[in-house]
């Protein structure tokens, strides 16, 4: 038997299907940044919002005390908007954290709920 020659369509073919499936890669690792962000935001909202009711502070009272409006707190709150560090920073602040120890709960958090989830 002879040698099977390779066709340049066949290269172009195999270039073309290759160029596809990077995009599909680039499209699923896409989607899956988005889902974290989610998780990530919707792990603050809780941690806010169960901090805020521990010390039995209004979200009036927390936007007050660290300078941002009511809205922002309860978009935040309920997950529909994420926050920057700088008013994650302010609202910390204004529960009696700083930003360090409110990161640690949220990840003590995250690891807690993923210990649960694969039980």
Not at 21 to 43: M, P, S
């Amino acid at each position: 038997m002879g040698k099977k020659r390779i066709h340049e369509s066949d290269i172009d073919a195999a270039v073309l299907i290759m160029r596809i499936l990077e995009e599909d890669l680039k499209k699923l690792k896409l989607r899956q940044d988005r889902a974290t962000e989610k998780n990530i935001q919707v792990t603050v909202a809780k941690i806010v919002r169960g901090l805020r009711r521990e010390h039995g502070m209004t979200q009036q009272q927390l936007a007050e005390r660290a300078g941002i409006s009511q809205t922002y707190i309860s978009l935040i709150e309920s997950g529909r908007r994420s926050v920057n560090l700088r008013r994650l920073q302010s609202m910390a602040r204004a529960l009696g954290y700083e930003l360090s120890e409110l990161i640690k709960l949220a990840e003590q958090k995250k690891e807690i709920r993923e210990r649960t989830k694969h039980r």
